[in-house]
């Protein structure tokens, strides 16, 4: 019977999820993280806090919205009192800006390194640390050993661990739980009046461990991510160079 | 506790230092001269030279007439301080207190320590022994006293060891002058027929201070324990202070991880009883060769845990070289903090900028990475992008103002404004093209000028105008025009990077 046969593969399923480490949340403890209909990738509909997510980015401009994107989720992980740890080599995060996506940038501590062995060093404490809720590091690269140390850490200590990789020439397997990219798309202009509108990006999930990998347009405004209908939205065409 | 001194002499200690720097000198008769009332004086000399009828205060024309083949060098002024800090920084691994004797020797307080050597004779026997291998002529007493030490070391013939309460006895046989005597007072001495302590020992006071001053008075009392004598150690003692001595010289990192370990719970347990953490903290390494090595930490909060500070001297080890061992580990604390028992209990645990977790985490990475790399933001009262934010001190500093959300502000800031080539329709206008690093941005949207003028007060310049722009791919950045538009353009930034 088609009925049974799906039941089957459900459980089944939720089976191989526990033993991969992910517990469904329990009832009423959900926690939101503002993200609509991109939460509904991710296995049971949760987005995947204590693991680590790598965002690819190649341009700077990519950098700087994986940054808006990661800081608008701090926004709601530092909710109760938390602290974070930004971890990069170029240090050019600007906190007073940090405040525009709702992150008390007064509890993020940065940390400037100067190799990509220091920033996984230092990640790889930080992430063993239970008293931190999020650790994000900027490194050029990342192979798959780092990524499993990475995520052997964060195991234990359920901190969740953000990877921006500035270079994405090639792209090898990694052990972490969701790989993004995120593209600035040009804004839209607010009631029609000039100037600049909400910041938007295109956000892409390449590769998430059991979810459905796919692709959304979101902004963020007045405080929160909010989807935008894709039939308004021209995807441009990247010019090389 | 009875104080127990050593006094260590060394006779010949600039001419030994000579003969090891020019081992040609060795079998030869040398004297030290240096100028004395236009007359070339003699300083110092050796055994060779003394066994020649040579003495200290001879004039140097005397003393080459009676010899032959004398080597006459001149006297290098000062050196014996720098000899005896170098013996007396040496002397540390015996007991932590050495002071410098000037002309020619070092008093090492050393009460306590002897028996690690088994006792007085062993310990005593070591260090000379050790000496006299470095190429020093030297003698050593032990006494109650400075003073007796000092005598029994120089003059004595019987024992270097004078038991405790026997220093009357010990210094009765001996010649004045090892009473540490000026010169006059010694040919005074002898002119009324005084040959050794003991003749004078039992006069009372009031004579022999009208004859010979109070200064002889203190000097004969001070060897014999009835005044106090004070001690300038090389190295001021730290209060907070472990030592550990290897019977064995050690090089594994094994056995580095095992000292830190001991030195560590000791101290961690004597700052627990006394409500105190430590902040900064050196491992000093005492080697085989005389060479010392050190490995400092710092905490952002006080720390007592025997666990955290393993773990920070741990990062450290590869830095420490054993070379051929290590035979002493001391470990100072120099900086203690009082620490409040209740408040770590309150915040363990518990997630935010107080958590113990979080502090012990920051002094990891300082430890291998630098305390200068990791920062922490305050807002600062200021519009000037550059300045409108401050390190934070600590952990517990607070800002009293809040974050500026009302400008558009890029999430990146570029730490040097990166020159860009502008194409603007209107001077005051947003520019319609820039080119960046040879890419060609073509502006679809635009906002400002939004103009911030240079804190005049603080330093000159020009002020800047404030562009946000997007490309037509969606990149935002902010640009600005450093100055007014003067004709040709003005010069054109780019500063940051909008999200």
Known sequence: MPATKKELIDSLQKDILQLEGYKPPPAGTQQLMGLGPIEAAFPNGVFPLG???????????EATASSGLITGLLSVLMQNGGVCLWISLTGNLFPSALVNFGAEADRLIFIRVMKDQEALWVMEEALKCPGLVAVIAEVKELDFKQSRRLQLAVEQSHVTGFILRNTSKKIGSTACA???????????????????????????????????????????????????????????????? | MQKRYMSIWFRHLVTDWLM???????????????????????KATNVAAEAQGVSVGMAAADAKAITSNLQ??????????QLLRRLGLWCIRYTPIVAIDLPDGLILDISG??????SEKGYLKTIVLKLRDMGYDTRAAIADTVGAAWAIARYGKVTPIIESGGQAEGIANLIPAALRLEPEILDKLYKLGFRSVKSFMAMPRTVLRRRFGEGFLLRLAQALGKADEHLKPIIPPVPYAERLLCLEPVRTDTAIEIAIQKLSASLCSRLQAEGKGIRKAVLKCFRVDGKMVQAAITTTRGSRSVSHLCKLFGLQIDKIEPALGIELFLLEAQKVEDIDT????????????QDTALAELLDRIAGKIGPERIKRYLPAEHYW????????????DVSATAWRSNRPRPIRLLAKP??????????????????????????????????????????????????????????????????????????????????
């Open chain 1, 51 to 61: 693991t680590v997510h790598e965002l690819v980015c190649g341009t700077t401009e």
């Open chain 1, 178 to 241: 969701a790989r993004w990219q995120v593209k600035p798309l040009p804004s839209e202009a607010v009631d029609g009046l000039p100037g600049l509108g909400f910041p938007r990006w295109q956000i892409e999930l390449l590769r998430v461990r059991n979810g459905h990998p796919s692709h959304w347009v979101m902004e963020w405004a007045a405080g929160q991510f909010r989807p935008v209908d894709k039939k308004q939205v021209l995807i441009p065409e990247r010019k090389a160079g």
């Open chain 2, 20 to 42: 090891l720097r020019q081992p040609e000198l060795k079998d030869l008769p040398i004297v030290l001269v240096a100028p004395e009332h236009n007359r070339m004086m003699v």
């Open chain 2, 72 to 81: 006459v060098i001149d006297y290098p002024l000062g050196k014996e301080n």
């Open chain 2, 113 to 118: 320590c002897p028996h690690l050597w088994g």
């Open chain 2, 342 to 353: 209740i408040q770590e209990k309150l915040w363990a645990g518990h997630p935010g900028l």
């Open chain 2, 385 to 396: 992008p550059e300045r409108s934010m401050r390190p934070a001190v600590s952990l517990k």
């Open chain 2, 418 to 499: 990166e020159p860009i080539e502008v194409m603007a329709l209107l001077p005051d206008y947003p520019p319609k093209v820039f080119i960046h690093k040879g890419k060609r941005h073509v502006v679809g949207k635009a906002d400002g000028p939004e103009r911030i003028e240079r804190e005049w007060w603080l330093d000159r310049g020009e002020h800047r105008d404030y562009y946000m722009v997007e490309d037509e791919d969606g990149g935002r950045y902010w640009l600005f025009r450093s100055g007014h538009y003067d004709g040709h353009g003005g010069d054109w930034y780019l500063h940051g990077y909008f999200a």
